[in-house]
């Protein structure tokens, strides 16, 4: 069965209360900039890299919608401006992921272009860690294929 969910994925304190001038994880990637070139990148390596295929394969051909949403999606949990849920309610970013089979693979090929895209746009060490782990564990929740075993050994 699937671990219980860890608490809601954001990395800021509160994304729904936390006042955008004061939240430091926003503030400290360098805001929608750096987020967009994030999810950019993120992309380009789903795109690019051999073991990313079989996730790359899930998406459409047309990466600009999803992209435009995960940026939404990204401003909001890390404190910016609430325009994902705004457009889009609440994220049950796990119902909505049910419709794609991610296992221990899936999970990891997602971690891999994430990984890769903070290296390139965050240089605050702390703060690549801290999205680091926070990303690893919405991937491993959203986890909904229960034929392999969970292991701690990713990074
Ligand atoms: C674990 C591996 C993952 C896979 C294989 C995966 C795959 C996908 C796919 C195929 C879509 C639909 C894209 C489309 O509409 O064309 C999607 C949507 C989305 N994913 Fe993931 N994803 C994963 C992890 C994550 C993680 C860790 C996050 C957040 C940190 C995330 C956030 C989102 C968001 C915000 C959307 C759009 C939801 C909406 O329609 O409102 N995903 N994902």
Same mark, same amino acid.
């Given at each position: ?13 509160? =994304?729904? #209360? ?18 967009? %070139? ?8 789903? +795109? ?13 051909? *047309?990466?600009? *919608?999803?992209?435009?949403? %995960? ?13 994902? +849920? ?12 049910? +419709? ?7 999970? *990891?090929?997602?971690? =891999?272009?994430?990984?890769?895209? %903070?290296?390139?746009? =965050? #240089? ?17 929740? %959203?986890?909904? *294929? ?10």
């Amino acid at each position: 069965m699937n671990p219980r969910p860890p608490a809601p994925p954001p990395v800021a304190p509160s =994304v729904a #209360s936390a006042p955008v001038a004061h939240n430091p994880h926003y503030e400290r990637i360098g805001g929608e900039a750096t987020i967009t %070139l994030l999810v950019d990148r993120f992309y380009a390596h789903m +795109s690019e890299r051999e073991d990313a295929q079989a996730i790359r394969a899930m998406h459409g051909p *047309d990466l600009r *919608d999803v992209k435009r949403v %995960l940026v939404n999606y990204l401003v909001e949990w890390m404190g910016g401006p609430q325009r994902y +849920s705004t457009e889009r309610g609440h994220p049950r970013l796990r119902r909505k992921h049910l +419709s794609f089979r991610i296992g221990q693979a899936e999970r *990891d090929a997602w971690m =891999v272009c994430m990984r890769a895209a %903070l290296t390139e746009t =965050v #240089s605050d060490d702390n703060l690549r860690r801290e999205l680091d782990n926070a990303f690893f564990k919405t991937a491993d929740f %959203l986890r909904n *294929d229960q034929g392999t075993p969970h292991e701690h050994s990713n990074r």
